[in-house]
């Protein structure tokens, strides 16, 4: 029987053979690849443009102030 290691790093996995040589490579996409995939969808796209308002308002009102400086300890 084979003996077999996973390497994992930044999203992709790597299956090594017991000598080191790589059997499988697997990668995952980043959000940003799932964002611009799910955006070519007209109905998502609309979802997402009319939702954007009502997080640019909830930015705002729970925004520290400018003024604010956290307290170092």
């Given at each position: 029987?084979?003996?077999?290691?996973?390497?994992?790093?930044?999203?992709?996995?790597?299956?090594?053979?017991?000598?080191?040589?790589?059997?499988?490579?697997?990668?995952?996409?980043?959000?940003?690849?799932?964002k611009?995939?799910?955006?070519?969808?007209?109905?998502?796209?609309?979802?997402?443009?009319?939702?954007?308002?009502?997080?640019?308002?909830?930015?705002?009102l729970?925004?520290?102030?400018?003024?604010?400086?956290?307290?170092?300890?």
């Amino acid at each position: 029987m084979q003996e077999l290691s996973i390497m994992r790093r930044h999203g992709s996995f790597t299956v090594l053979s017991g000598q080191g040589a790589i059997v499988q490579k697997m990668t995952r996409p980043t959000f940003s690849d799932f964002k611009k995939k799910a955006l070519k969808n007209p109905k998502v796209r609309a979802e997402y443009e009319e939702l954007e308002l009502a997080y640019e308002l909830r930015e705002q009102l729970f925004a520290p102030p400018p003024s604010y400086k956290p307290i170092s300890m």
